[in-house]
């Protein structure tokens, strides 16, 4: 079935394919075909969107002050621009918040915090973040932490994704009951459509021995350091190995 968002594309289509023309659209009417669609849209996000399929999650409470203090968001806690690409549509320029303890998505609309349902959010990104929603089918094939979201660091034939976790503890000290938030990083390699987790540099490096001697060279051209910058020297090599594998 069509979404109400392809829908208004569709309409407005026929609308112009039903207007007596020439052997061509003038250039007035492309830039008023072109007008027509960007309105169209614009009014179905801010007013059919959000009676349609973004908003049907349930509404976020939130955390308690102590806990958003220690931030288990990425990045902030406050919600910043994104796209999310949900149940199969794309929504540009809505406002996000990943929350890394729940690993799930709240998005802001006019009144409410609405936690996005995981299954149908196959995308979304901050800012210049980018993140996927990967299953792990097989714990014998596939390295992954689990079934969630993932950044995606390295978008190619060989890919790179990252996964920060936060968790929550609560401990009573006197009578005040205090928060502590626990961070973990981990970082996957996707090859030959399986993902390997890289736990070091040199397990990283064997996960690509066809081109390590190239790479080992690379790295130290590049004055790289694995340990200071896991992000960057990762993106960097596995950015590179596409380009000399090609």
């Not at 799930?104 to 196959?122: A, R, Y």
Request: aromatic fraction near 12%.
């Amino acid at each position: 079935m069509l979404s109400l968002r392809i829908l208004c594309l569709v309409v407005i289509a026929t609308l112009f394919l039903n207007v007596p023309i020439q052997a061509q659209l003038s250039s007035k009417d492309s830039s008023l075909l072109k007008s027509s669609v960007k309105n169209a849209l614009t009014f179905y996000d801010q007013n059919i969107g959000e009676q349609s399929g973004k908003f049907n999650g349930t509404q976020n409470i939130g955390y308690p002050q102590g806990v958003i203090e220690k931030n288990p968001y990425f990045l902030s806690p406050n919600f910043s621009k994104g796209y999310i690409v949900y149940d199969q549509v794309l929504y540009e320029n809505v406002s996000l918040i990943y929350d890394e303890a729940a690993d799930l998505v709240v998005l802001q609309d006019s009144s409410h915090k609405i936690e996005l349902i995981t299954e149908k959010l196959e995308a979304f990104g901050i800012g210049e973040n980018h993140f996927q929603y990967l299953i792990n089918k097989d714990e014998n094939t596939n390295a992954l932490l689990n079934t969630g979201y993932y950044q995606i660091l390295v978008d190619n034939t060989t890919s790179l994704y990252t996964k920060e976790t936060k968790k929550i503890t609560e401990k009573i000290v006197g009578n005040e009951l205090n928060y502590t938030m626990g961070t973990s990083n981990y970082y996957y390699l996707k090859k030959g459509g399986r993902f390997y987790e890289i736990q070091n540099k040199s397990g990283f490096l064997r996960l690509l021995k066809d081109k390590e001697k190239e790479l080992k060279q690379y790295i130290k051209s590049q004055h790289m350091n694995y340990r200071k910058d896991k992000n960057y020297t990762l993106s960097k090599v596995v950015e590179y190995y596409n380009l000399i594998t090609k």
